[in-house]
């Protein structure tokens, strides 16, 4: 009897150690590292080509084994290595001979420093068009020839460079990075003028010294000493130093026009804003946060809606009136990110009224502008914006209620308690694909591509209507908050890309999906969007290390870890998410593939019986899958 259960247990444990093969051979992208897997296999055959042109014993023997690995210091004589890759040559004095290839560093992409100093090397230099992170490099001291490649006036970040003391022939070339601090080209056989670059300019004939057929300043040797045409020239130059004077006149006349100008055009902008706020139905807040009760003061006879602070409606069918709002009594829900909301009970039902605070300082106009790009947002999955109220101190976005909290909570209220009552795999995988078509919807409405369409999205920003919809929230904010706080709050600006490179996009957007995806199959809390006070992880490392260090059976919620026939589902789910929370924004996928593969979950019952079968079943054959933790969580535990 046990013989075609143990069969369908044996390939179901099959199909767990291929998806997780895949996923290991996925996972380096997470944080960059393994270079001891060979995952930067390139980079070790790289520097093995290097160290095989230098017959050098030392180094044939040190570089072997492990070159880096994470942040551990490196294995190997010469080499730095950062995240896992190679950061920094430094081969000084060594007595290396032979040549370096011309490509040999192609592949060394994250290369900051490299110096093959006071050495022996022949040959051209290599080309330097991949190693767009170096800052400095010394090569002075060898027997390179051949001229300075071009590729080295092409980066950007380069501070230091030393070509002296070798056989370089050919002109310079005109290097014009402001980046460059340190120069030198001395001793070698270089020639002709030194080309007339602010930056090869700043260097004194120090810096170009022993190169007999070099001329021109800051050269001691003069170019055009034999020539007559350099009095053409020096009549020229002389003529424009006459132009120069009047130029500064010109100049100097503009920038006080200029200045008129700003100083009228403040003035009447001053008097235009005095004008308006006098105008100003004005809202205030009496109470204590708990109740909004506005006041409305002044008349409120408008033509212009905006200015005169006025409920506008998203929509053509306006359900309830300004002094509808005004008269409803309203309960505090909780303190958002950017304002607190409330909920205002109309006649016809509950909404949600979210008090706008520390926007952008946007003009009546501006802020309008905004919340219509939110106003035009609609689908299933969003959760609509009813009505928008703008006037001087108050700014107001009304929406629907969802009645059924948001998934935070369902997630992890009352965890362990006997009151709990589970959340399933197929209401997590249908949250997870709410969230994935409207994220997909609001991709591909947003026509900027350098704004994050959503920008903060989390599980508590997912809310679940009476019916159980899926409904996102709080989507599109970005362009209303200032920026700074927008840089503090909004979970999109916690992803890795801006801690490196304080830039955000639509794949921070993916960023956080997967996070919210990791939250849904893992059931822990992401340090990323945890509320205050909450005990929470690095989701995305701590799910790398345990898929590498193969403890996945504990990955998963053990909430749903318990429904058997849907482990499949989400080890799918969770190799989604892993891929939408690479580190870098390239590598993520687009929100519409995301969606796509969401969907082609195959949803399966959420079937007790089986369970219990199952949890059983896997006792008597599966201990290598079952870990003390699990096996004692039975189905009693959790009622
Ligand atoms: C760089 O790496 C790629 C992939 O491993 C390899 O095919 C190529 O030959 C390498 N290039 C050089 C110049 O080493
Ligand atoms: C290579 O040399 C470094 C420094 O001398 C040393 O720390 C390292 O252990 C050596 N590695 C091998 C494999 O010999
Ligand atoms: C320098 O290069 C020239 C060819 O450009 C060659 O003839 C000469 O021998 C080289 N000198 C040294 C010291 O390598
Ligand atoms: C310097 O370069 C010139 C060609 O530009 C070559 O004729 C000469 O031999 C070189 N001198 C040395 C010392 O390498
Ligand atoms: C450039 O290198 C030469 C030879 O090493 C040295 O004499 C000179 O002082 C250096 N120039 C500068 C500006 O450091
Ligand atoms: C002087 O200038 C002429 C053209 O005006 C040019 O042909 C010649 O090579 C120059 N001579 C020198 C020594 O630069
Ligand atoms: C004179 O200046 C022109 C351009 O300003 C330049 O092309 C030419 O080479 C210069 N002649 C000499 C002899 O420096």
């Not at 090569?139 to 300075?148: E, H, M, Q, T, V």
């Not at 996945?552 to 749903?560: G, R, S, W």
Request: proline share 4%; charged share 25%.
């Amino acid at each position: 009897m046990a013989s075609p259960l143990n069969c369908r247990m044996t390939f179901t444990k099959f199909l767990e150690h291929f998806l997780l093969l895949y996923l290991l051979l996925l996972c380096p992208k997470i944080t960059a590292d393994d270079g001891q897997n060979g995952f930067h296999g390139e980079e070790r055959d790289a520097l093995l080509a290097l160290v095989a042109g230098f017959s050098n014993s030392f180094l044939h023997h040190n570089w072997t084994k492990v070159m880096c690995y994470e942040n551990d210091p490196p294995y190997w004589f010469g080499i730095e290595c950062l995240n896992g890759r190679v950061s920094g040559v430094r081969l000084e004095n060594l007595g290396l001979t032979g040549e370096i290839k011309v490509d040999s560093l192609l592949n060394l992409t994250e290369l900051s420093i490299l110096s093959f100093k006071d050495n022996s090397i022949s040959g051209p230099l290599m080309d330097f068009s991949n190693n767009q992170k170096l800052i400095y490099i010394d090569l002075s001291g060898n027997r390179f020839d051949g001229a300075i490649p071009l590729s080295l006036l092409k980066l950007n970040s380069l501070a230091s460079l030393h070509l002296q003391a070798n056989n370089l022939s050919g002109s310079i070339p005109s290097f014009d990075q402001t980046s460059l601090l340190e120069f030198n080209v001395s001793y070698n056989n270089l020639s002709g003028p030194i080309p007339n670059t602010k930056v090869l300019q700043s260097f004194n004939r120090f810096s170009y010294f022993g190169n007999p057929n070099l001329c021109g300043p800051p050269s001691s040797s003069d170019c055009n000493s034999k020539n007559d045409t350099s009095d053409t020239n020096k009549s020229k130059s002389s003529k424009s130093s006459k132009l120069l004077p009047i130029l500064l006149v010109v100049n100097v006349v503009a920038l006080i026009i200029l200045l008129f100008l700003c100083i009228i055009f403040f003035k009447k902008y001053k008097n235009l804003k005095k004008r308006l706020e006098e105008k100003h139905i004005l809202v205030r807040d009496e109470e204590k946060d708990e109740k909004i009760k506005m006041e409305t003061g002044g008349n409120r006879v408008a033509a212009d809606e905006v200015e005169k602070g006025k409920l506008v409606f998203a929509s053509e069918d306006r359900k309830f009136e300004l002094d509808d709002l005004l008269k409803a009594s309203a309960e505090g829900l909780g303190k958002g990110n950017f304002g607190n909301c409330y909920k205002a009970m109309l006649e016809r039902g509950p909404i949600v009224v979210k008090r706008l605070k520390d926007l952008k300082p946007l003009s009546g106009e501006e802020f309008m502008k905004q919340v219509r790009m939110i106003a035009d947002q609609k689908h299933p999955n969003l959760l609509s914006l009813l009505a928008y109220y703008y006037s001087k101190d108050e700014k107001l976005l009304l929406y629907k209620f969802a009645s059924n909290g948001n998934v935070y909570n369902r997630l992890n209220e009352g965890k362990g308690k006997p009151t709990r009552i589970p959340f399933r795999w197929s209401s997590r995988l249908s949250v997870a694909r709410g969230v994935a078509r409207a994220l997909e919807y609001l991709h591909l409405n947003t026509k900027s591509t350098n704004v994050v369409p959503h920008g903060n999205l989390k599980l508590s920003n997912v809310l679940i209507d009476e019916n159980d919809g899926v409904l996102v929230t709080d989507y599109g904010l970005t362009s209303l908050v200032a920026a700074p706080l927008a840089a503090q709050r909004m979970i999109a600006f916690k992803s890795p890309e801006y801690q490196s490179h304080k830039k955000v996009s639509r794949k921070s957007d993916v960023w956080s999906y997967g996070c919210l995806l990791l939250e849904l199959v893992t059931g822990r809390v992401s340090a990323d969007s945890a509320p205050p006070g909450t005990n929470a992880v690095d989701l995305c490392s701590w799910v790398h290390r345990a898929v590498r260090e193969e403890w996945t059976a504990e990955i998963f919620d053990v909430e749903i870890a318990v429904q058997r026939s849907a482990n499949h589902g989400m080890l799918k789910l969770l190799q989604i998410a892993m891929r939408c929370c690479v580190s870098s924004p390239e590598n993520r996928p687009e929100m519409s593939e995301v969606a796509r593969e969401v969907e082609n979950i195959v949803v399966t019952a959420d079937s007790e019986d089986e369970e219990e079968f199952s949890s059983m079943d896997r006792s008597l054959t599966d201990e290598s899958m079952s870990t003390p933790s699990r096996s004692t969580t039975t189905l009693d535990d959790r009622r």
